[in-house]
Structures are given as structure tokens and as C-alpha cells.
């Protein structure tokens, strides 16, 4: 019997025809991918293969490999003008790409029994909630998890809780489980729940981990959470000026968007980061125009404390935060192979970068507070970026994430 899908609840999904995806993503194919498209009755159909169709890697630091051509706007060489693939109207799903078939889906191993499914918001569908619900999705979900999931994979451990610490896979869920339930506990402000959330990884830490002692100390340390951490520990006052430099070079790298053929390892390309990178570390000025949907804004009006406390803004960020933990979107392979505290941390500097984003969107818009729309562009770009970008993952993007948290001061981040 095939490993069963946990889906995400409330979540509804489908192809609205955007277009966004086949024009921020680079597809690198597979040898059978190119032959199997080459060989596809394009006569029959009336239509031919578009021509040139294939391209080669830019990197110059990577091996040249076949991938998708690009259209003079940068779009996908399949992409229709009414925003949808031409392999898939002429040929069907099948015919497209291992990657384009599965995104926005997300699988991960949970067990050896079961599957976590997920969804990247870096789809606009997927942050604003449209389409079908995915539950009624079921048997074309479990193809793809199919597709998505190697041979055997349900065999392999879990990621490791932290060094030195490896669970078995019940346990592992079980502190996954846990730590969902801080989360979800709504009736709590979504800025005290990442206060839990971070004193509860802080405790995780120093805590030697008994798996047999779990079922009993998890309850007990939720109660001294939930009782300890409250509104009145909320941080007070402007995080220092070292911290707020370590926080936007990591929120400006969530506001990236490297269209394909742009990162290539030039001597241009280069100095071009590492101009921003100093002016995102000083802070002085406007914002550099690091990409089209992106006004340049003052960063002393960014620098502000953002109030996550509307009930439009709580519940769309507890449905991201909750989608990334049921589905296992934080830590081991799928993520830079973090360890699951690690993971923790990394998820609570998302939510502050993704709130300074939100209010970057928001001022170039004219707006002084950011509403649903600006909230819901902010989650796309960052979910564009997390466990995808190679900046994140290296060893200056985790040692900041490291700083913030055992300074203390990843807390002051959080919104109010």
C-alpha cells in the first residue's frame, strides 16, 4: 500500500493562469525530459515545437545543462499569452516537465507510512487561498507525490532535532505536533506565539532529549510556555543598530527575485550584490532597486515595528507558518539540512522578513500600513526565495540567524 498524503486543512488551491511561475523559475531538464518532448506529435496537433526551445545553463560556475528557452519578456518559450503551458493544451500534464507538474506542491517523507504534503506561497494562488480545496485533490495529489517522492525514501530517519540528537519518526512528529499546537493556539496574538514558539526552541536546546520521556515532559513545558511567555514579554524599544544591519541583509535576500539569466556569476553581477549588500547592512538612504515590484522607500520608515495583530494579517500568516510545519517545509534535505531547532529559528526570522516586506510593498504603494494584497505579495516573494535560494543557505546567512537567536534579540523582530 502506498504511503498515505497528510494534507494542509483550509487550504484551497489551483492554476488561475497567472503566468508567474513560467517566468521566475528556470527548468532544467532531464535527458528523457528533452527526448520525450522532441518526440511529441506537434504535426498532429497543427502546431509545431517552438523554435530555439532549449538553452543552456548561464552559470559559469555549473556545467552546462538543457533548460527551457525564454521569450523576449522572459517567459517560458511554452507559455501561451493567455497564460497558460502549450505542452499541457496540446499534450496534457504528462507532457510537461518533472518540476512544472508538481509546483506548487511540496512532499516530504513522514514516516514510513505517510506523506506530508504542502504548497510554496511563492504561487499568488496558493498565499491568497483560491481554487479547490486540496482535500478534494486526493488522487491527483498522490500522483504527483508519486512523481515527487525517490524510490524508498520513506526509509530514511528524520532530521536530526538538533547535533548529536536523532529521533526516531514517532518522536520526531510528536515534537512537530507540538510544536503546531503552539502555533495554532489562536486565541493568543501571533507575536506572543513566536515568543513561545522561540522560548520553547531555547528550552528544546539545553533540554537533553529522552524520547520515552517526551509523552510526558511535552504537555508539562507547553503549560510553562503558555504561562510563562506572555503579552508583557513582549520586547520593547528598537533593536539594536548591529541586529537591525544582520536582519535586512537577511530580509533583502527575501526580496529577491533573480530572473533567469541574471545570476551568472560575472564580475558585473557580482559587484552589483555586493553594493547592496552594503547598503542593506548601513541602512542609510532608500532602498536599492533590486527588482521591478519594488519601489525604493526611506529604510527609516522600514525599520518600524509592524502590528500583526488584524485578523486578516493573523490568519493568513498562522495558514503559511502552519502549512511549512504539518508539511515539513522547515528542516533536513528540504531545507539548506537544518536541523529541526535550527528550522524553528530560520521560520521565525521568515515571519519577521516577510512583515518588513509587507510594509516595504506597502510604501511603495503609498500606504503607511500594509493591507491583505501588499501581506499576500510579501509571502509570494519570500516563499519564492526560502530553501531555494542559494544565499540563505550559506554559512554568513546561518551564522546571523544563530547570532539573533542566541542574542536574544531574533524576539525584537517579531512585530507587535
Not at 44 to 55: D, K, M, T
Not at 181 to 202: F, G, M, Y
Not at 206 to 229: N, Q
Amino acid at each position: 500500500m502506498p504511503p498515505a498524503l497528510q494534507l494542509p486543512d483550509r487550504q484551497n488551491w489551483s492554476c488561475l493562469g497567472c503566468g508567474r511561475c513560467c517566468r521566475v523559475h528556470t527548468i532544467v531538464l532531464t535527458g528523457d525530459e528533452k527526448e520525450r518532448i522532441e518526440k511529441l506529435d506537434w504535426r498532429g496537433q497543427n502546431a509545431s515545437l517552438p523554435q530555439p526551445w532549449l538553452e543552456s545553463s548561464s552559470d559559469k560556475n555549473s556545467a552546462a545543462q538543457p533548460q527551457l528557452a525564454r521569450q523576449t519578456d522572459g517567459a517560458c518559450v511554452f507559455l501561451t499569452g493567455e497564460g497558460r503551458c502549450l505542452l499541457q493544451n496540446l499534450f496534457g500534464a504528462e507532457a510537461k516537465p518533472r518540476a512544472c507538474r508538481i509546483f506548487p506542491f511540496t512532499f516530504q517523507p513522514a514516516g514510513k507510512k505517510h506523506i506530508a504534503a504542502g504548497l510554496r506561497f511563492g504561487c499568488p494562488s496558493a498565499a491568497s487561498n483560491r481554487g479547490r480545496p486540496l482535500a478534494q485533490q486526493n488522487p491527483d495529489l498522490q500522483a504527483l507525490a508519486h512523481l515527487a517522492i525517490p524510490p524508498r525514501a520513506n526509509e530514511l530517519p528524520p532530521p536530526p532535532v538538533k547535533p548529536g540528537c536523532q529521533l526516531d519518526w514517532p518522536a520526531f512528529l510528536s515534537l512537530v505536533h507540538a510544536l503546531g499546537e503552539l502555533l495554532n493556539d489562536e486565541s493568543v496574538p501571533l507575536s506572543i506565539r513566536w515568543l513561545q514558539i522561540l522560548a520553547w526552541t531555547k528550552t528544546l536546546e539545553t533540554y537533553e532529549i529522552v524520547e520515552s520521556d517526551l509523552p510526558e515532559v511535552l504537555p508539562k513545558l507547553h503549560k510553562l510556555i503558555r504561562a510563562g511567555v506572555t503579552a508583557k514579554d513582549a520586547a520593547k524599544g528598537r533593536p539594536r543598530r548591529l541586529t537591525r544591519a544582520m536582519f535586512r541583509l537577511t530580509a533583502a535576500q527575501y526580496a529577491r527575485l533573480d530572473a533567469p539569466g541574471e545570476t551568472t556569476g560575472s564580475w558585473r553581477h557580482r559587484w552589483q550584490l555586493l553594493r547592496w549588500a552594503c547598503a542593506f547592512a548601513l541602512g542609510w538612504g532608500r532602498t536599492p532597486s533590486i527588482q521591478p515590484e519594488l519601489a525604493r522607500v526611506p529604510f527609516r520608515q522600514l525599520d518600524v515595528p509592524l502590528k500583526t495583530n488584524s485578523s486578516e494579517t493573523e490568519e493568513l500568516l498562522t495558514r503559511f507558518f502552519r502549512i511549512k510545519i504539518s508539511s515539513l517545509q522547515f528542516c533536513g534535505a528540504a531545507v539548506y539540512n537544518m536541523n529541526f531547532l535550527e528550522g524553528i529559528k530560520n521560520l521565525a526570522l521568515l515571519h519577521a522578513s516577510i512583515l518588513w516586506l509587507a510594509r516595504w510593498i506597502a510604501l511603495g504603494r503609498n500606504r503607511e500600513e500594509p493591507i491583505t494584497e501588499d501581506l499576500e505579495q510579501a509571502l509570494t516573494f519570500a516563499d519564492h526565495n526560502f530553501a531555494h535560494s542559494p544565499g540563505l543557505g550559506t554559512f554568513g546567512a546561518r551564522l546571523r540567524l544563530n547570532l539573533l537567536f542566541d542574542s536574544g534579540e531574533l524576539a525584537g523582530l517579531l512585530g507587535d
